[in-house]
């Protein structure tokens, strides 16, 4: 029997198929449950021709940008050719873990960071240490390309979700400076909304399909929410911090069923005071905003903390290019580190995607320390990003489901934040057993 | 002779016909709001995808959402000329979904008739086979499909769309084909047979033509099976054959940014071919679907 068809092979395509069925909330059905095995280095075949998976390719804002740079690197490497397959970011993983287990799928890969993992589970991704070793990345950046201690991803852009503020309704509620703390940040709430005119004060996310973002404000709390491998979502800090949330809901300081395109439009209609987005996500607020002036008011502010002196705690965000072990793969390996370390390359990326570098050089350089927004974004938000604690589980999106379901019956008062929060340990305990 | 006076009625001038009374009860406040409601149900979303597709992005988005916008725009359908590739996807649609109903219909057709006007071993057994395949998730079957495809070297490519989609459209379209043959009386083929036509001239000489509607009904419901598959064209095509579910989704839905006007106006370019020949075809569908509902 084939490669293709051997029995383990099979079985894990079937738990791709599974996956395929429920696409998206059983994301992590489709990976397998083996350990993370990299395939060790990369040795050059003398292949130059490989595909460069990446939804970038096919994005109004990326398309562009990213045939530019790949021309000027196939320009500037002879014999070089690379395609650059697209898949709907929706319904990426699912494909690409298919393609990879499959065997159809070679060369380089734009991967989510909170992707990776379940990715590298397959076994099939290039060990990246040598070719990351020496390099400018960050330790922030190179962490995120980091699965298991090996180096399965080169980070390609780095930042994280944080709090976006519009400066002129928090001016005219006499919020004048950035909340520090908690108490601040309720007391800024409060101030916006006594504006009233139907102003959502923080269009936080209620939406089962983005409140994974509480986990930020349970680390805010105190919580950390996965303590040696065992996942604490009811502990003290976890309760205090759905106690806190729950507060804000029930005193219509956020709005009830909100996701991040819900908030993404209020924030563009002047009709939210913050919400919570990565750095790229600015660019879809002002598009569709009838105010041209909106992205001068955007402020990137770094998460308010419970005391003093804390340290303010973000769910990282970012792009890394992984590698699939197989024909091609040492010149997709040269491939992904150009577009990742040449700062000719990551600031004209900076420059027509806005999307950060993960190089010390291209953090330093000139057009990105000249764009406020982006240097307030590393500042405040970027420089204080981890990465989701489920995100080293295959089944991290059916984990963050079950907790997003759990806090959401907790808001709408079906059970209390302890109980939901115990049922949620309980049932996420059980899907990683 | 005499002639009789003329009577009253005959001198007045021509009365108008007095109004037609409608027959029956009229409509009641309930059937009349019932309607209402399942219209609205029905074209809501239409309306809301023309309305979409005619508004500034920025009016897209105002909040509140209004019913009737205040500025139009062709803007939205101008990533229509801008975007060639999504004639490509266009092209690829029409492709697949032609042949996948035109193997539909040939195929359904002959085990329908063989399921309808023979009786031999194993054909009940047989009829209940074909109608089991349909009780299996469809993703189970793409991971089977994946993988066979993958062995024989057919993904990437037309075929192995129109197979996928002929593998699910058959079981459906052989039952109602049958349902279909069976209203057409055992005497005529008996008659054909009399005459000396053999089972080639009976069957495309007499059963076929008799069952168009029936044939183009079939043929249509492979065609939106076809037209309106997501996961299996996201998956066997690649990226080269991908058909206009997943072409638009991954033009147009991105990462932080969905451009929903001009995904609404790509939508209603593309549907048009498909409404038109709805209306034209329309009479058969209606009467292929349920020429086998009642059985005399």
New interface residues.
């Given amino acids: 029997m084939?490669d293709?068809?051997s029995r383990r092979n099979?079985l894990k395509?079937?738990g791709?198929?599974?996956g395929?069925?429920?696409?998206g909330p059983t994301l992590a059905a489709c990976a397998p449950s083996g350990s993370t095995e990299s395939s060790g280095g990369l040795s050059d075949d003398g292949v130059k021709q490989f595909p460069f998976t990446t939804?970038a390719a096919?994005?109004?804002?990326t398309k562009e940008p990213l045939a530019a740079l790949i021309s000027r690197y196939t320009g500037a490497n002879g014999g070089t050719t690379i395609q650059t397959?697209?898949?709907?970011?929706?319904?990426y993983l699912n494909?690409l873990l298919?393609q990879v287990q499959?065997?159809?799928l070679k060369g380089a890969m734009q991967l989510?960071v909170a992707w990776l993992a379940t990715l590298a589970a397959t076994g099939k991704l290039a060990d990246l240490g040598s070719v990351a070793a020496g390099q400018d990345y960050t330790d922030a950046a190179l962490a995120l390309g980091r699965v298991d201690g090996k180096q399965v991803g080169l980070p390609w852009t780095q930042a994280g979700i944080g709090l976006i503020g519009n400066q002129e309704i928090l001016t005219r509620a006499g919020v004048s400076a950035p909340p520090r703390t908690v108490e601040e940040f309720e007391a800024a709430l409060r101030a916006v909304k006594g504006l009233g005119g139907g102003i959502v004060p923080y269009a936080a996310m209620t939406k089962v399909d983005q409140l994974k973002d509480i986990i930020a404000w349970m680390w805010t709390f105190g919580s950390p929410v996965v303590d040696s491998g065992r996942i604490v979502v009811d502990d003290e800090g976890s309760v205090a911090a759905l106690t806190w949330y729950k507060k804000l809901y029930d005193e219509k300081l956020i709005a009830a069923d909100v996701n991040r395109?819900d908030a993404r439009?209020?924030m563009?209609?002047g009709?939210a005071a913050f919400y919570e987005?990565?750095i790229?996500?600015r660019?879809?607020v002002t598009?569709?905003?009838?105010d041209s002036a909106l992205g001068d008011k955007l402020r990137p502010l770094a998460r308010p903390v419970r005391a003093a002196g804390d340290k303010p705690r973000h769910l990282a965000w970012g792009h890394v290019i992984a590698v699939v072990n197989a024909e091609g793969g040492a010149a997709a390996a040269q491939f992904a580190k150009t577009l990742t370390t040449d700062p000719a390359y990551s600031t004209e990326w900076f420059a027509k995607a806005g999307l950060p570098p993960t190089t010390r050089a291209g953090l330093a350089a000139s057009d990105v320390q000249q764009n406020a927004f982006a240097a307030a974004f590393s500042r405040e938000i970027a420089a204080n990003s981890s990465a989701g604690p489920f995100w080293i589980h295959p089944q991290f999106s059916q984990m963050e489901k079950v907790l997003a379901e759990k806090v959401q019956a907790a808001l709408i008062g079906r059970s209390s934040p302890k109980e939901a929060l115990t049922e949620a340990r309980e049932q996420m305990s059980a899907l990683i057993k | 002779m005499t002639a009789a006076p003329p009577d009253a009625t005959s001198t007045a001038p021509e009365a108008a016909p007095a109004p037609r009374r409608r027959r029956g009860r009229p409509p009641s406040w309930g059937a009349i709001v019932t309607v209402a409601v399942l219209g609205v149900f029905a074209f809501g979303p239409v309306y809301w995808v023309a309305v979409t597709a005619f508004t500034p992005?920025?009016?897209?988005?105002?909040?509140p959402p209004r019913l009737f916008p205040e500025r139009l725009t062709v803007e939205n359908f101008s990533t229509l000329w801008d975007n060639p590739v999504l004639l490509r996807y266009l092209a690829n649609s029409l492709i697949v979904s032609t042949l996948t109903a035109l193997l539909t219909v040939v195929v359904s057709a002959y085990t329908a008739y063989s399921f309808a006007k023979f009786r031999y071993r194993g054909r009940r057994s047989l009829m209940y086979l074909v109608l089991a395949s349909q009780m299996f998730?469809?993703?189970?079957l793409?991971?089977t499909l994946?993988?066979v495809f993958?062995?024989v070297g057919l993904?990437n490519s037309y075929l192995a769309l129109i197979l996928s989609f002929t593998t699910f459209t058959l079981p459906l379209c052989i039952w109602m084909l049958k349902g279909f043959f069976d209203t057409i009386p055992d005497e005529l083929i008996e008659a054909a047979k009399v005459d000396g036509a053999g089972q080639g001239a009976i069957i495309h000489r007499i059963l076929l033509p008799v069952s168009l509607p029936g044939l183009v009904a079939t043929g249509l419901f492979a065609f939106i099976r076809g037209w309106n598959d997501f996961?299996f064209a996201?998956?066997l095509a690649?990226?080269e054959k991908q058909t206009l579910p997943?072409g638009l989704?991954?033009?147009f839905?991105?990462?932080?940014?969905?451009?929903w006007p001009a995904l609404m106006a790509a939508s209603l370019v593309v549907s048009l071919p498909v409404v038109i020949g709805f209306a034209v075809l329309q009479r058969y569908l209606v009467a292929g679907l349920t020429a086998g509902a009642v059985k005399g």
Avoid: C, H, M
């Avoid at chain 1, 598009?287 to 009838?290: A, F, G, N, Y």
């Fill in positions: 084939s293709q068809l099979l395509l079937l791709a198929g599974v395929l069925a429920v696409a939804w096919n994005e109004a804002v397959p697209s898949y709907p970011y929706n319904d494909q298919l499959g065997g159809q989510d395109v439009a209020l563009s209609q009709k987005d990565a790229s996500g660019a879809a598009k569709s905003s009838t | 992005t920025a009016d897209v988005f105002r909040f998730p469809q993703a189970l793409l991971i994946y993988l993958s062995q993904l996961i996201l998956t690649g990226p997943p989704v991954n033009t839905l991105g990462e932080v940014e969905t451009a």
